[in-house]
């Protein structure tokens, strides 16, 4: 028997399916892990890493409800994932947008974090970057969030995205040069 860690998705799908309690574990916890690195590339933005943690549990919860019922239709099952993933970050996102900003208590000593500038500049970058991405299409900002911010190889995002592995890498290819006019197009406007 091959070990769980080494295991792909599917293979974990497979011995879940067949009440094998371990393989379960396995792979919800597998499937956790791609839910809250993509929920944490796409929700950076708002700053709420308690946010991702719960994206990901109800990713988790909803892939352990689907398993019985689990159409395989030759597809990846990152690609299933993925879809559930992108449904529950956009609720998250629309929630957060909705909701009031909550107002920490003053801490009693010196906070021994960033300093209010690093702040300022490493929130500044980062929207920057959110900005820049906004501006691709949306297909070339999900392939980047997802070859990039996650990790996936070509084919399983051209799975996920149904499109084929050459046209994932050329739309990648256009994304990062869009991105290199835009900063040139930025830093030239700034000198």
């Not at 371990?22 to 929920?39: E, G, K, N, Q």
């Not at 999900?142 to 051209?158: F, H, N, Q, S, Y």
């Amino acid at each position: 028997m091959v070990p769980l860690d080494t295991q792909t998705l599917r293979e974990l799908l497979i011995a879940a399916r067949s009440s094998d309690g371990p393989a379960t574990d396995a792979l919800l916890a597998r499937v956790r892990l791609l839910a809250l690195r993509y929920a944490r590339a796409r929700l950076g933005r708002f700053g709420v890493e308690d946010v991702a943690q719960d994206v990901a549990q109800e990713v988790c919860l909803a892939v352990y409800s689907a398993l019985a019922t689990y159409d395989d239709r030759g597809l990846p099952f990152e690609a299933f994932v993925y879809s559930i993933t992108a449904r529950k970050v956009a609720d998250a996102q629309r929630s957060l947008m909705r909701a009031p900003a909550p107002v920490a208590e003053l801490p009693e000593g010196e906070d021994p974090g960033r300093t209010p500038e690093e702040e300022a500049v490493l929130s500044d970058d980062v929207s920057r970057a959110f900005g820049l991405l906004d501006r691709l299409p949306a297909t070339q900002r999900e392939i980047l969030l997802l070859r990039v911010a996650m990790g996936w190889k070509t084919d399983e995002t051209a799975a996920a995205l149904e499109m084929t592995p050459g046209a994932v890498r050329v739309a990648q290819h256009r994304a990062i040069m869009s991105l290199r006019a835009m900063l040139a197009g930025a830093e030239g406007g700034h000198s």
